[in-house]
Nanobody, 124 residues
Framework: QVQLRESGGRLVRPGDSLTLSCAAS????????MGWFRQAPGKEREFVAG????????GYADSVKGRFTISRDNAENTVVLQMNSLKPEDTAVYYC?????????????????WGRGTQVTVSS
C-alpha cells in the first residue's frame, strides 16, 4: 500500500516548462510501477506517462512525446514529470498513480493507488 501526493501545478504561459512531483509514503515504493495521468474539464482521465519499478522502461502518450519526461528516485520515494514546451491543451488536473507490478500500463484501471491531483493551467 502507498499514499501519493502530487505537487508543482500552477498557472504557466504557453512554451513554459513545469515540473510536477509525486511523493509516496511507505517503504515499498520500489515495488510499484508508476504513472502520470491527467483529466481536463469534461474529459476522461487519460494516460500521460509511465515508468517501470526500476525506472528502466518508460512510456508516453503521443500528445506529450518529446516534451514530457517521467523519472523516479526510489531512494527518495518520488516520481517526477518534467514538462516542457507546454501548450494550452495540456491544461488539466494531473494525477500520480501507483501499480503493484514491474511495468506501467496505459489504462486507468491498471493502477491501484491515486493521488488527489494538482492543477496545471497553460494560458496566455
Amino acid at each position: 500500500q502507498v499514499q501519493l501526493r502530487e505537487s508543482g501545478g500552477r498557472l504557466v504561459r504557453p512554451g513554459d516548462s513545469l515540473t510536477l512531483s509525486c511523493a509516496a509514503s511507505g517503504r515499498t515504493f520500489s515495488n510499484y510501477a508508476m504513472g502520470w495521468f491527467r483529466q481536463a474539464p469534461g474529459k476522461e482521465r487519460e494516460f500521460v506517462a509511465g515508468i517501470s519499478r526500476g525506472g528502466s522502461s518508460t512510456g508516453y502518450a503521443d500528445s506529450v512525446k518529446g516534451r514530457f519526461t517521467i523519472s523516479r528516485d526510489n531512494a527518495e520515494n518520488t516520481v517526477v514529470l518534467q514538462m516542457n514546451s507546454l501548450k494550452p491543451e495540456d491544461t488539466a488536473v494531473y494525477y500520480c498513480a501507483a501499480r503493484r507490478s514491474i511495468l506501467w500500463n496505459f489504462g486507468t484501471d491498471g493502477y491501484d493507488y491515486w493521488g488527489r491531483g494538482t492543477q496545471v493551467t497553460v494560458s496566455s
